[in-house]
Nanobody, 123 residues
Framework: QVQLVESGGGLVQPGGSLRLSCTAS????????MGWFRQAPGKEREFVSV????????SYTESVKGRFTISRDNAKNTVYLEMNSLKPEDTAVYYC????????????????WGQGTQVIVSS
């Protein structure tokens, strides 16, 4: 059983930056693809980004391309989401996810979920 704990959310002004972290325990971290999702108020949870086991492959939803960067440190059992040029529409609860199969993350059906961290982009 893999446990995921997110951190790094908060309130930021439009155009600002935040870095989210997600630390995993209970499994061999490098065996899992890792992803980020978000859920805005009144909307369904949506895929944001995924990174492969060793970090060699990444993908993003179109709305964050060029602004968000996913990375991982397997020695620290941690995946990151660097978010730049934030917009009010990025406001959401951000969730970390893990699955042995990156495709499951892309299909929004990962095996493991974190509890989420709130990001608010507002002036």
């Amino acid at each position: 059983q893999v446990q995921l704990v997110e951190s790094g959310g908060g309130l930021v002004q439009p155009g600002g930056s935040l870095r989210l972290s997600c630390t995993a325990s209970g499994g061999t971290f490098s065996n899992y693809a890792m992803g980020w999702f978000r859920q805005a108020p009144g909307k369904e949870r949506e895929f944001v980004s995924v990174i492969s086991w060793l970090g060699g492959s990444t993908s993003y939803t179109e709305s964050v391309k060029g602004r968000f960067t996913i990375s991982r440190d397997n020695a620290k059992n941690t995946v990151y989401l660097e978010m730049n040029s934030l917009k009010p529409e990025d406001t959401a609860v951000y969730y970390c996810a893990a699955d042995a199969n990156a495709g499951s993350i892309r299909r929004s059906s990962p095996r493991y979920w974190g509890q989420g961290t709130q990001v608010i982009v507002s002036s």
